[in-house]
């Protein structure tokens, strides 16, 4: 919240100077605090007008971070050709600039986008490039973040033990780091292998610790995967009632990604059903 409002302000004071330059910088570092929010439309709007303003003052470096981080904002709204031709592209001009920490950026979100498309093997392998360069660089977060995307690799292929694993590096690092809001997803992730194991208690506890982080540091897209856990509780613990009300919330949130979305729906036609 404080990070959106005096971004806001910087935008107000930058936009009448003519120094391009500096709103370019505004304009990308709020469409990254709004999208964690879950404003992916007004994320969007940032992303867009620091791309083309970085492409019209000849700033490769900011113009190709909005277009990844623009990108990454897409994977929300499930799999898309375009955007993973597009990821390609992005990896391909950050090695161009030769900045090994925003290729490895550009890597995490091409391989989660090679996941919605079932890519595994590719997924896996644009990871395991990021976690090098991230380690031969020192970058702790960007290593934290592969940790994590290589968690959720694993989970899609029913490897729920190594998923776990995974996660675990990744909170250490995020743990370490301070970084609230990336431990938090990793943590809703780790509830989700949990979950599969049959291990109801941890997967409890990694939700509600998610939940409360992200209630603090609003994280909308976050809550989201959290309640479709504790939906998936009540539904074990032979509460459809309530699961049924947190999934109509998680349904019609507008921070919720279509996945989370599919998931939520598919659950309550089940339930419905039943």
């Not at 709004?34 to 620091?50: C, D, F, I």
């Not at 970085?54 to 897409?74: E, H, M, P, Y």
């Amino acid at each position: 919240e404080l990070a959106h409002t005096l971004l806001e302000r910087s935008l107000i004071l930058l936009r009448p100077l003519n120094d391009p330059s500096a709103l370019v910088e505004a304009l990308t570092f709020q469409g990254i605090v709004t999208g964690v929010t879950g404003n992916y439309p007004k994320a969007t709007e940032h992303l867009s007008e620091g791309l083309t303003l970085a492409k019209a003052i000849g700033d490769r470096w900011f113009a190709a971070l909005c277009l990844t981080l623009q990108l990454d904002l897409g994977l929300a709204f499930g799999p898309s050709a375009a955007n993973y031709a597009q990821l390609q592209q992005a990896v391909a001009a950050w090695r161009a600039i030769g900045d090994p920490r925003l290729t490895a950026l550009a890597l995490n979100s091409l391989s989660l986008s090679a996941l919605l498309w079932g890519h595994h093997v590719d997924a896996r392998a644009a990871l395991e490039e990021c976690v090098a360069l991230n380690q031969t660089i020192g970058d702790r977060y960007g290593v934290g973040s592969a940790y994590r995307s290589l968690g959720i690799v694993a989970q899609a292929q029913g490897e729920h033990g190594q998923a776990i694993a995974l996660f675990q590096q990744s909170l250490a690092i995020f743990s370490e780091l301070g970084a609230r809001q990336d431990r938090a997803r990793a943590l809703a992730e780790l509830g989700e292998s949990h979950f599969a194991l049959g291990d109801l208690n941890s997967a409890e506890q990694s939700w509600q610790e998610a939940r409360r982080i992200v209630t603090e540091t609003q994280g909308s897209p976050v809550v989201m995967l959290a309640l479709l856990g504790f939906a998936r509780l009540h539904v074990e613990r032979g509460e459809p009632l309530q699961a049924l009300t947190l999934l109509a919330q998680i349904i019609n949130h507008p921070a919720s990604t279509q996945e989370i979305r599919q998931r939520a729906e598919q659950l309550r036609t089940d339930l419905e059903t039943h």
